[in-house]
């Protein structure tokens, strides 16, 4: 079992930085893929970015409107996923989750583990 808890959401004016923090309890946290998706009101849940693990190694993907803006990292000591924000745009508005999955996957459907959410708000 992963829990999931996210911080670092907020408002922010447009051109602005947001840092957001996705802390896991898990025993063992190399193997996960860890993702950010979001979700605007009235759309459905997108993906944003993921560091997709393996035992041999990993990659990282980007969703198209985050690639050069937003980077993902993560810190297996601490557990941590973390998702740095720069030029945010009014349409970056939305509520951010990070997942987990047991495969190496961007695809939503093989994310088993989601937290909260955490509120990113960009005003223009």
């Known amino acids: 079992q992963v829990q999931l808890v996210e911080s670092g959401g907020g408002l922010v004016q447009a051109g602005g930085s947001l840092r957001l923090s996705c802390a896991a309890s898990?025993?063992?946290?190399?193997?996960?893929?860890m993702a950010w998706f979001r979700q605007a009101p009235g759309k459905e849940r997108e993906f944003v970015a993921a560091?997709?693990?393996?035992?041999?190694?990993?990659?990282?993907h980007y969703g198209d409107f985050a690639r050069g803006r937003f980077t993902i990292s993560r810190d297996n000591a601490k557990k941590t996923a973390d998702l740095q924000m720069n030029s945010l745009k009014p349409e970056d508005t939305a509520v951010y989750y990070c997942?987990?999955?047991?495969?190496?996957?961007?695809?939503?459907?093989?994310?088993?583990?989601w937290g909260q959410g955490t509120q990113v708000t960009v005003s223009s």
């Open positions: 997942a987990a999955s047991e495969i190496p996957s961007t695809r939503i459907n093989d994310y088993d583990y």
């Open positions: 898990v025993r063992t946290f190399v193997g996960y893929s």
């Open positions: 560091m997709v693990s393996s035992w041999t190694g990993g990659s990282v």
